[in-house]
């Protein structure tokens, strides 16, 4: 899950930022960081419905992780996401909580761009 939102969080805000409409302010964070939890949220979700149900499973319901598989296949796409939004609104608030934090300790406290030679 860090991985999706470390990585997304910066080709999200970079994406942003290449674009007219944006600067490196908290709008640009908060939505950079929104769209990280929703990746993230994306990208584990099906793991962990996986895990849950086989966590709730009766002993012996199923006799390998491959039969879990095929069992939440069955109930279609929407079964490896079920408890989705849930699950997003649980990791949302953290993650963006976490970089918009990051930013402003980063542009009050982080580095100090030193001026190039030209603009001196």
Do not use: C
Not at 40 to 51: E, G, I
């Amino acid at each position: 899950m860090t991985v999706g939102q470390l990585s997304f969080y910066d080709q999200v805000k970079l994406g942003l930022l290449s674009t007219p409409y944006f600067e490196d302010n908290a709008t640009t964070h908060f939505l950079s960081s929104l769209t990280a939890g929703a990746i993230a949220t994306t990208m584990t979700q099906p793991l962990d419905v996986l895990k849950t149900r086989a966590m709730n499973a009766t002993p012996g319901q199923f006799n390998s992780m491959w039969a879990l598989v095929t069992y939440t296949a069955k109930l279609g796409p929407a079964g490896f996401f079920k408890g989705y939004f849930p699950a997003f609104v649980r990791l949302a608030p953290q993650t963006i909580l976490t970089f918009v934090f990051l930013e402003q300790l980063r542009l009050n406290f982080g580095f100090i761009k030193e001026e190039s030679p030209q603009t001196k």
